[in-house]
């Protein structure tokens, strides 16, 4: 988990639904998406997009060593997961450290929802990103608690309905300070995954992938000058609530109306 893979945003960032997000969560067209993904997106973003082939080179050492890691594991912690190779090579890009792309992929993930089906850049690391937790959540039925630290500046307030918008990880642990102690998230989330040992750094960091599409209610906001004891500056509660919220979804395949 890198710096929590921020937004790349510099200025107050309000917490809302996120409108321009590339949301899509592929409900109805899976299969269809990874044959894409396969055949013609992985080839053309790892030939014209630098950043992403830097990171999708170097998770191919980290992928090896997740399989090592597992072989050895003689528990069953993660072998009812059927993650593919290129699964635990997302994870492992996403997770790995080169963090000239987590500010790229996460504002284009955050704001591109216009150009989603012409120039989108990261279509290959979205969807495998987004199929990695569906695949982990077949195993985790229930919902998961979670702590988020930032270094960045948030506006919200209680009863807001809200998104990330973009993919954001998380920790069972609260106590990751280097990570920010600006504004704090409290989240319980029933949409994202537990990564186990897949991320480059195995489980020591318990880290858990929030999806775009995943809508939460603030449930409250609480500030340290307050209550002294605080763990953060601002901490925000939220609540999972369902349904998701996917406005491109299976859009790739979807056929323009013509007039």
């Keep these: 988990m890198v710096n929590l893979h921020q937004p790349g945003l510099n200025s107050s960032i309000p917490l809302d639904m996120v409108p321009n997000s590339v949301d899509d969560m592929y409900n109805g067209c899976t299969e269809q998406m990874y044959n894409k993904v396969r055949k013609e997106y992985l080839p053309n973003e790892n030939r014209n997009v ?7 080179k170097k998770a191919a050492g980290c992928a090896k ?15 009812k997961d059927k993650l593919t190779h290129d699964h635990i090579k997302a994870i492992c890009a996403y997770t790995g450290g080169q963090t000239k792309m987590y500010p790229v992929f996460n504002q284009a993930v955050r704001t591109n929802r216009t150009e989603y089906t012409t120039s989108f850049q990261f279509h290959s690391l979205h969807f495998l990103l987004t199929d990695a937790i569906r695949l982990l959540k077949l195993n985790q039925k229930t919902c998961h608690t979670t702590y988020r630290r930032t270094n960045l500046e948030f506006g919200g307030e209680v009863n807001k309905i809200i998104r990330f918008g973009f993919f954001a990880s998380s920790s069972f642990l609260k106590n990751l300070t280097h990570f920010g102690e600006k504004s704090c998230f409290e989240i319980k989330t ?40 605080l763990w953060c500056d601002v901490v925000y509660k939220l609540e999972s609530i369902k349904p998701p919220k996917s406005n491109l979804n299976c859009n790739i395949f979807k056929k323009p109306i013509i007039n």
């Design 190 to 229: 029933c949409f994202g995954a537990d990564l186990k040992s897949f991320p480059k750094m195995g489980n020591r960091e318990k880290e858990v992938l929030i999806p775009p599409y995943e809508v939460f209610k603030v449930t409250a906001v609480l500030k340290k000058k307050n209550d002294k004891n």
């Design 65 to 79: 060593n997740v399989k090592d890691r597992f072989k050895k594991d003689k528990s069953k912690y993660n072998s």
């Design 50 to 56: 630098a950043i992403f082939n830097e990171s999708w």
